[in-house]
């Protein structure tokens, strides 16, 4: 090899490593992770707690134990960018209706994720509160749009922000970076997103199974949500808990291990390779499950019903549950 050669495979062996180190380890990335690649990637934090994003997280001391625990999140991760979880599903027209709680459209989500100043070509790191599996959720509900609008390089951060801060980790309070970003979305992959027609399919013949990700008393038909025009299930539709994804640490919540998850769905009737279509109230909660299904256990036949089951019912489809007084 002369020196020349030398030189070009030595170049090319730094950029390989630069590469690497750059890129995601999987779709869940722990603090310690980040903690060492935080020049590498762009973080975004994802939640309705708008005002949260610049007030100092609250702490109390244990009188039993002397450990300083997290009672309320605040602030963030040095350099986070924020995205309101409120804009990531949006009114739009749906078979010439109004329909709530889709998926914006591509152009649409696009301008969303750039006016938070998210660039392409930089792996992006979604940090949910953390606290409450409906806040995970709000990370995972982003999580699936920018994977349906072409987005490979992307991870969810484990623990989220509670979990960073119970480690005690720094934080920031300066408010959120101005700068527009140049992120691009793709065509969208519909093979993410079920239609209401799909799951009338599913429902009827059974050969794809329906994961209701919602708690319990909603899923008998005990109790609903305003949204959602009926009492119950989706025929058929088998019951996965928002309290059955994750285990609680120090306050922040974390997922469980591949084998874990198999078992509960297991328990739960639901098949962790079979084909399958999450839903909830509206599609947030069903991020849960998708996300589990699909980036946890490598199902990569699963759906999510964008609208779900209030979707469901305003287009005229009925519920099941437990008989009422």
Known sequence: MNKIQIIVASALYALSGLIQAAGLPGPIVSTDWLASNLANVQVLEVTGQVKSFIKAPEFEIDK?????????????IEGSHLLNSKDVRVERLLDGDK?????????????????????????????????DMSDVD????????????????????????????AEGR??????????????????????????????????????????DSRQPMQYLGINKKPDVAGFGHIP???????ELMSRSVDGALYFLKPVTYAAVMEANGIKPKEPSIS???????A?????????????????????????WTKQGNKLEGVPLN
């Not at 039993?64 to 963030?76: I, S, Y």
């Not at 408010?175 to 992120?183: F, L």
């Not at 036949?301 to 779900?308: C, E, F, I, T």
């Open 64 to 76: 039993k134990t002397g450990k300083k625990m997290l009672v309320d999140a605040g602030g963030h």
């Open 99 to 131: 329909t709530k709680f889709l998926i914006p459209e591509q152009a649409d989500f696009q301008k969303l994720i750039q006016s938070v100043g998210i660039n392409s070509n930089k792996p992006i790191v979604i940090v949910p509160i953390g606290m």
């Open 138 to 165: 709000e990370g995972l509900r982003a999580f699936w749009q920018f994977k349906v609008y072409g987005e490979s390089n992307i991870a969810v951060l484990d623990g989220g922000l509670a979990g960073w801060l």
């Open 170 to 211: 720094a934080f920031s309070t300066a408010p959120a970076p101005t700068a527009v970003g140049n992120w691009v979305a793709q065509a969208a992959n519909k093979d993410l997103i079920a239609t209401t027609a799909e799951v009338v399919q599913a429902s009827k013949s059974g050969n794809i199974q329906l994961i």
């Open 236 to 242: 058929g539709a088998k019951n996965f808990a928002p």
């Open 279 to 285: 839903y909830c109230n509206t599609g947030h909660l």
């Open 287 to 311: 991020a849960g499950s998708w996300f589990i299904m699909t980036e946890i256990l490598g199902n990569k036949s699963a759906q999510l019903y964008d609208g779900s089951a209030y979707l």
